[in-house]
């Protein structure tokens, strides 16, 4: 069955933009702080912002790693970048979730599919993207555990529950008949 809400909401481009930027950035901020957190276990305190120079070195290439790169340049164009990116995705999942409706069905649906979107982004940005434009340090100077962790649950599942949360939750609770009558 459904309403005329969950057909505005599947085509609310202000909402995919909305909620998409703001789970962007939520799982970006949190996705960000784990691996920031994991390079110093597993590198050494001096490793903290490594993860920051490694996404600045999309933009301004492999010398964001060399700390003889000023940090504020480095740390400053990853942190850019990462929330662009992080955004963008957000918005696309939103977009994609929205746009097929089984996939936000149910708090497990949106879950799933922004897990899996966390997981797939690891893997082609690190192993097609990364091999593409030569940001070898990706694959080559990362923990695949932790990766997967990261792009899969404190990105993917963080991103999911803010849009579940912020945006399809309501508009099942529309669909599942609250207060509003089933179109024709």
Do not use: C
Not at 38 to 65: C, E, H, N, S, T
Not at 125 to 132: G, K, R, T
């Amino acid at each position: 069955m459904t309403t005329l809400a969950g057909t505005e909401r599947r085509a609310d481009v202000g909402a995919w933009l909305r909620y998409g930027i703001l789970g962007g950035v939520v799982a970006g901020i949190t996705f960000a702080m784990f691996e920031m957190i994991m390079a110093v276990v597993l590198d050494g305190g001096d490793a903290f912002f490594m993860p920051l120079r490694m996404i600045g070195g999309i933009g301004l290439g492999k010398q964001a790693l060399d700390p003889g790169t000023s940090l504020l340049t480095a740390g400053g164009a990853g942190l850019v970048i990462h929330m662009i990116l992080s955004m963008m995705y957000g918005v696309v999942v939103a977009a994609v979730l929205s746009l097929i409706p089984q996939l936000s069905a149910s708090r497990a649906a949106v879950l799933i599919s922004a897990s899996v979107v966390g997981f797939a982004l690891w893997i082609v940005n690190f192993y097609v993207l990364a091999q593409v434009f030569g940001w070898t340090w990706f694959p080559n100077n990362t923990n695949a555990a932790v990766q997967f962790v990261a792009h899969t649950f404190l990105y993917g599942s963080v991103l999911g529950l803010v849009l579940d949360r912020t945006y399809f939750q309501r508009g099942r609770g529309v669909i599942e008949g609250e207060g509003a009558q089933p179109s024709g």
